[in-house]
């Protein structure tokens, strides 16, 4: 007789799948104003119950309470609206634009927009960004031309990477914006080599690197947090849980087990776990991790808990594996909401001021869309093919000369 | 002047430009206090400091990663991958990262890293020390594939690697680190000390990438060879007396064309040799181009002397090992036709 189980493979599944009420109940959170401010130079090891809380400022009123609440000025926090904002139209207009076949592939960042926007106007302008491809509203924030992103998606003649890369996997060194690679987090550690530098030059300047929830599975991300706690890299490290790698929920990275920021725990690195739907959140717990940076004190590990509204990206249909209102059930909210409603408390800004901004950021975009699009959209116009022998080397060898001009170039 | 063997080579570029240029750090597994498992960055760190020379995690993918970023923020990082057979951790950061980032950004970023890889067989070293994984390398672009073949070569060519902005990966031949080795299982290995390619400068000199270097000229066949084969490809043809002409490509990504295509254009035959497998290896990429362009030239069929298409084997070595028995008697095939 046995006294225990048979084994059984345990295969997680998500809370409800399409057509079933979203649920959310076993996603921990903490009321705003909830979570302790610890120093920001304080020893990691006082610092252990931090990954399993949840730092939050904006309560459901829109009132920025608790120890986290940072002082902002309003142009900072309108600036930051503007770029969520601005993000979010884009994203719809170009979303629209692969569907009539001018682009050949978009991905949105909608629901994520605070975390660029914050992370961008919180950040020195020479930090370093080492971004994944919802990152856009950093650029947003830093007024990176809406043109040269057009550009960019369209591959046309005027594409500041010539062609080359697919859609919204931009570069863009003059704003502290590295280049995306399709490999997803192999960048980490080039954030991390990139502080090491910075330290190592006696320099003031950090990096901050992003991966997704599901690509905290790759051993990239492990290497790279190894090598920032044992050379004490001042880097911010962001895992962005937005809930869903393309159809895999959270669970399928181990979400289920315990939360992503403490991950951070093994590596003796310090974790926070932030509502990524609250600008005012995301900016003061930034601020923490730099300033804990440039004192030397090494790298800090933020998970930004968040949900991915629209789709993966332009080849995916998210209603077939997750319910069709699950967005809208997310109890964090929508970040532009969020910060809307907080500056309209704090008497920045009125509906009638934020209608505004919208219609000259939809006014914005419309132009730098039809400026682009007589440029050409995809396959209308190209960068010269000459190009696409260019920049392989520093110096293009002999295979490279013959081989361009076999082409006829 | 000095008589050096590779190893001392080595450690003598990577100690003079550390003393030469602030932006280099060396890294890698056991390369700091430890001095390196083949003694190559011995007495850096000593020398030069424990930021400039320091200990890594057990994690190529790691080592690479991290010497990308600092690349790209303006560093010259040198990291040693520990044998060449480890090197598959750090594949992805190798082909996806170093080789594109240039590429990708439109020259808005860039690795200028070197991969020091000590690489090749003949030592009892099994399928996990004895690799030469240089083909998966050279298919890439936007890597440099180098491999010298004595000391003088080696510290002039790593100096080049380390002032290149372009990725470099830097396989050196272990087999050579200590002494000469002309193929044969029983031959005790000579020491560099008389050979003249072991008198070294002790300051900085650059041999450059792209340049084959002719280690014996002849009329009857061109050989093609780098690294460790360049030495069993000379005993090969001492041996059994063929007027063969013999080039040490020294840098496979750049190549030498020009010094290839004139020698097997004069020759009229050629043979390639190298220890790594043979389908698909880098001697399928020679041998195409001689073909390409020394067709109307060619007298005989092209060989190719290398390692079998089965794993590194440890007790068949010297059977998987393209030695000077196999090479003579390619050698003497091209004369037959």
Known sequence: MKNRPELSLHIPEPA??????????????????????????????????????????????????GPWAPDLPADHLLKGLEAMVLTRIFDDRLFRANRQGKTSFYMKSSGEEAIGAAHSLCLGERDMCFPTYRLLSWLMARDYPIVALCNQIFSNAKDP??????????????????????????????????????????????????????????????????????????????VTNNQWAISSYSGIAGGDRTTFAA??????????????????????????????????????LIELVTYRQAAHSSSDDPTRYRPKDEAEAFPLGDPIDRLKQHLIVRGDLTEDAYEALHSDCEKRVREALREAEAIGTLGQSKPSVKAMFEQVFKEPDWRLIEQRREAGY | ???????????????????????????????????????????????????????????????????????????????????????????????????????????????????????????????????????LFTHVTGLKSVIPSNPYDAKGLLISAIEEDDP????????????????????????????????????????????????????????LAYGTMVHVALSAIEECGIDAELLDLRSLVPLDIDAIVESVQKTGRCVIVHEASRFAGFGGELSSL????????????????????TPYPHAFEWDYFPGPKRIIDALQRTQEV
């Open chain 1, 263 to 300: 991950k951070a725990l093994a590596y003796g690195l310090p974790g926070l776990r932030v509502d990524g739907n609250d600008f005012l959140a995301i900016h003061a717990a930034t601020k923490w991790a730099r300033e804990r940076a440039l004192g030397n004190k090494g790298a800090t």
């Open chain 1, 16 to 65: 409800s799948r399409p057509g079933g009420e979203p649920d959310f109940t076993a996603l921990p959170l903490q009321d705003a104003g909830e979570q302790r401010c610890p120093d920001t130079l304080a020893p990691e090891s006082e610092l252990r119950d931090m990954p399993y809380g949840l730092v939050r400022v904006l309560d459901d009123e829109g009132k920025a309470v």
């Open chain 2, 168 to 223: 470099v990966i830097f396989f050196e031949p272990k087999r050579l680190y200590n002494g000469l080795f002309e193929g044969r299982p029983d031959d005790p290995v000579k020491p560099w000390k008389n050979h003249p390619l072991a008198e070294v400068p002790e300051d900085i000199y650059r041999v450059p990438l792209g340049k084959a270097r002719m280690i014996r000229e002849g009329e009857a066949v061109t050989v």
């Open chain 1, 161 to 238: 990477l010539e062609g080359r890369q697919m859609p919204v996997l931009y570069s863009a060194r003059e704003y502290g914006f590295y280049s995306i690679s399709g490999n997803l987090g192999s960048r980490l550690g080039h954030a991390v080599g990139w502080a090491m530098a910075s330290a190592y030059r006696h320099d003031d300047s950090i990096a901050i690197g992003y991966v997704g929830e599901g690509t905290t599975a790759e051993g990239n991300v492990h290497e790279a947090l190894t090598f920032a706690a044992v050379y004490r890299a001042p880097v911010i490290l962001c």
């Open chain 2, 290 to 309: 001689v073909q390409e362009r020394c067709f109307y030239h060619l007298r005989a069929p092209i060989e190719r002397v290398t390692g079998w298409d």
């Open chain 2, 1 to 135: 002047m000095s008589a050096m063997n590779m190893v001392q080579a080595l450690n003598s570029a990577l100690d003079v430009k550390l003393g030469e240029d602030p932006d280099i750090m060396i890294f890698g597994e056991d390369v700091g206090y430890f001095g390196g498992v083949f003694r190559v960055t011995d007495k850096l760190q000593e020398k030069h400091g424990l930021t400039r020379c320091f200990d890594t995690p057990i994690s190529e993918g790691g080592i690479v990663a991290t010497a990308i970023g600092m690349g790209a923020y303006g560093l010259r990082p040198v990291v040693e991958i520990q044998f060449a057979d480890y090197i598959l951790p750090a594949f992805d950061q190798l082909v996806s990262e170093a080789a594109r980032l240039r590429y990708r950004s439109n020259g808005e970023f860039w690795a200028p890293i070197t991969v020091r890889v000590p690489y090749g067989g003949g030592i009892f070293g099994g399928q996990t020390h004895s690799q030469s994984p240089e083909a």
